[in-house]
Nanobody
Framework: QVQLVESGGGLVQPGGSLRLSCAASGIIFSLNAMGWYRQAPGMQRELVARITSGGSTYYGDSVKGRFTISRDNAKNTVYLQMNGLKPEDTAVYYC?????????WGQGTQVTVSS
């Protein structure tokens, strides 16, 4: 059974930083591309960043230059370092494989950027 457990969210002021973590089990983590996704209230879930098994990365235009995705295959964990946070980054953040699999969604972690 696949489990993806996100953590690290919270309330942060504009310009602040957070580091999200996603611990994976039930998949051969090192062989999977992984993605961070987010869903803001009333909006569709969107891809924020992804990293291939080989370490190649992609970022959405809205986070490019501010967010960094990384992975530790020894720990079966993918990270999202978020710097320069803006109120529009407020959302529930999820990880999943890329392309996403519907049955793999975890509970997500809430990120709120507000002064």
């Amino acid at each position: 059974q696949v489990q993806l457990v996100e953590s690290g969210g919270g309330l942060v002021q504009p310009g602040g930083s957070l580091r999200l973590s996603c611990a994976a089990s039930g998949i051969i983590f090192s062989l999977n591309a992984m993605g961070w996704y987010r869903q803001a209230p009333g909006m569709q879930r969107e891809l924020v960043a992804r990293i291939t098994s080989g370490g190649s990365t992609y970022y959405g235009d809205s986070v490019k230059g501010r967010f960094t995705i990384s992975r530790d295959n020894a720990k079966n964990t993918v990270y999202l370092q978020m710097n320069g946070l803006k109120p529009e980054d407020t959302a529930v953040y999820y990880c999943n494989v890329w392309p996403m699999r519907r049955g793999f969604w975890g509970q997500g972690t809430q990120v709120t950027v507000s002064s």
